[in-house]
């Protein structure tokens, strides 16, 4: 890595990593489930690059490049059949899972008019190849993981926080701060299932929605500090939109999860013990 102050107002941090991965999973024979190796071995090079531009003092632009990946997870790489005790679903391994490689482009405002003040823009692109999401197949009765060939994911958010002594010098120790992201995200549908779906309606899209995807988020929160006492108080609210929940195999239509607004209000204090 290197961190780099390019002119008196630009400045770049740039550097990559080099991971190894190797993951073999042999399940043991068990009636009704023939065992089939799975195997991921690659090596991966993941640049990263950002600049940024100090306007002046108090304002910022980032420009920012990196790449990641996914592994999937020992059980997800194993052919076993297993069940979840809290849900009661019977879930499938997949010895064929791949690692998603994952190229993210971002860009960023932020300004700070005043201590304990900030306002930020920020808009995101994230390419990957080989995404992965959980398919319930009917026929078998059984969720699996697979990957799909292309996913995007790309949004806006916008975020603040301010003091409130603007208000009287009674709020001097409250704050209020919140932030807004609107998401969008597509996915390739394989082929196989895709012959599904055109036998019942052969104009449908062959683009779905990333699975566990938000298409918003909203988070406020009011917070009470007072360093003397070692005192803090926050009432925070979150909510996030429909989400595709698991993706069915075939024409029968998919789960999403419903909005499930919080509310939470989280108090701590400061101990001193004298001896």
């Not at 009661?88 to 300004?111: C, K, P, Q, S």
């Not at 009674?170 to 998401?183: C, D, E, H, P, Q």
């Not at 909203?218 to 007072?226: G, S």
Request: charged share 20%; proline share 6%.
């Amino acid at each position: 890595m290197a961190d780099m102050q390019l002119t008196a107002t630009i400045r770049a941090i740039a550097g990559a990593r080099y991971e190894k991965t190797e993951i073999v999973t042999t399940p043991a024979e068990v009636p009704g489930l023939t065992p089939q190796t799975g195997i991921i071995d690659d090596s991966n090079v993941l640049p990263a690059i950002n600049f940024v531009y100090a306007q002046n003092k108090r304002m910022n632009w980032w420009v920012a490049y990196g790449r990641t990946i996914a592994r999937p997870t020992y059980k997800e790489l194993t052919n076993i059949r297993y069940d979840d005790v809290f849900t009661g679903d019977t879930y499938l391994g997949n010895a064929n899972l791949d690692l998603t490689v994952i190229d993210n482009f971002d860009l960023r405002w932020e300004w700070f008019p005043s201590k304990g003040q900030t306002v930020a823009v920020s808009a995101f692109y994230k390419d990957m190849t080989n995404p992965s999401e959980v398919l319930f197949q009917p026929a078998v009765g059984s969720i699996q993981p697979q990957n799909v060939e292309q996913g995007t994911v790309y949004g806006i958010e916008m975020e603040f926080r301010r003091d409130l002594d603007f208000i009287s010098a009674a709020f001097a120790r409250w704050s209020l701060g919140g932030n807004l992201t609107f998401i969008e995200s597509e996915v390739t549908i394989p082929e196989s299932e895709m012959a599904l779906l055109r036998a019942v309606d052969p104009g449908v899209s062959d683009k779905r929605e990333l699975l566990g995807q938000f298409p918003y988020v909203f988070n406020a929160d009011i917070n009470y500090t007072r360093d003397e006492w070692g005192t803090s108080a926050t009432l925070s609210y979150n909510v996030v939109g429909e989400r595709l929940d698991l993706v069915v195999f075939g024409p029968l239509p998919d789960v999403y999860e419903q909005p499930s607004p919080s509310l939470n209000f989280v108090f701590s204090q400061s101990l001193v013990l004298l001896s």
